[in-house]
């Protein structure tokens, strides 16, 4: 681990909120939703939204997170520019796949009743198989129902044949996790080169990729791939996490008939917020610094 990762991990709650605070729309359900309409709105983006928490561990704090996600279904209502995000381990993964499944089929299944499309996010290796299994199992009744897979994995490839015939959203990103390397590619640049023929792959295959990264090099070469297979626009998406700056490359590919989508967080209770925030810092310790230069200019009064 790096001096700067290390400094994350031990920097308090509140100074990890403070700096995470670009990445986070808010710490209520309208404010998460405000900002996804904002940003459809004043500039046709779109948002996947998604409620911070994971690896929890009692069947109370499970409960919790059912209901918000039922409350942002219900809030959300019909809208064409925003879908739900959701990860197995705040949501029963600690009860094993099966209680899982059926935690996540009943959000999925509500979600379906107001249109409104779940993707559900890829956590550490030791939670692939479980993820990859309950979306295929609810892929079958719920076709918009779709998952992401990480290049890094030496597995993506046969993961990506293995879902042949489900013509399915997948979001496929380098992946956020450290990972060993018996497992897993260990330098950016391969991952980036390997993202690249999965995207390849996956409209081979029949899917609908979601290329999710802030490499502006790669999202054109991902692009080039789309034109080169005669895809249209519309068999696929640009996803990027909402606070890292890339507004003008973004408009750019709206105004070229691409759809960009964010990935919109929030919490209502910061505590299960924490591990996101840090692992957002700990991509780009950078952002610290950009932070608390703006907030000492706005100190000074200067905007
Ligand atoms: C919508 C979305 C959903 C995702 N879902 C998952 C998931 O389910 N599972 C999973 O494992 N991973 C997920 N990821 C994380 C993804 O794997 C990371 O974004 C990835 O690790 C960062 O790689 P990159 O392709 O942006 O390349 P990088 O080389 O990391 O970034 C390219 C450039 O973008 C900028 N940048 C990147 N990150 C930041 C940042 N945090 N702050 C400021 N600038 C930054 C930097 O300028 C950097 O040079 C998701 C990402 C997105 C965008």
Not at 20 to 43: H, L, M, N
């Amino acid at each position: 681990m790096g001096l700067k990762k290390f400094i994350i991990n031990l920097a308090p709650t509140p100074l990890v909120r403070l700096f995470a605070s670009p990445y986070v729309a808010g710490d209520s359900i309208e404010a998460a939703i405000g900002t996804a309409q904002k940003f459809w709105e004043e500039r046709l983006v779109c948002s996947t939204i998604d409620l911070l928490g994971e690896e929890l561990e009692s069947d109370e704090e499970v409960q919790y997170i059912v209901n918000v996600y039922e409350r942002l279904i219900e809030t959300l209502g019909h809208q064409d520019y925003a879908t739900i995000s959701l990860k197995p381990t705040q949501l029963g993964s600690h009860r094993g796949t099966e209680h899982c499944k059926k935690v996540i089929g009943g959000i999925v299944a509500r979600a379906e009743q107001n249109n409104i499309k779940v993707t559900l996010d890829m956590e550490d290796h030791s939670f692939t198989d479980m993820t990859l299994d309950i979306f295929r199992a609810l892929n079958k009744d719920h076709p918009t129902f779709g998952t992401v897979l990480q290049s890094r994995l030496f597995r993506t490839d046969d993961d990506i044949k293995s879902l042949k015939g489900l013509n399915a959203r997948i979001r496929i990103c380098i992946g956020i996790y450290n990972e060993p390397k018996d497992i897993a590619l260990q330098s950016k640049p391969e991952m980036k080169k390997k993202l690249l023929q999965q995207v390849e792959l996956l409209f081979k295959e029949g899917h609908y990729p979601e290329i999710a990264s802030h490499d502006e090099a790669l999202i054109i070469e991902a692009v080039n791939i789309a034109e080169k297979l005669n895809m249209k626009k519309d068999f696929y998406e640009v996803q990027m996490l909402m606070g890292v700056p890339k507004q003008s490359f973004q408009d750019e590919l709206i105004k070229n008939g691409i759809l960009v989508r964010l990935y919109v967080p929030f919490a209502e209770k910061w505590k299960y917020a924490i591990a996101y925030c840090k692992r957002r810092l700990a991509a780009n310790p950078a952002m610290a610094a950009y932070i608390l230069k703006n907030i000492l200019h706005k100190t000074a009064g200067k905007h």
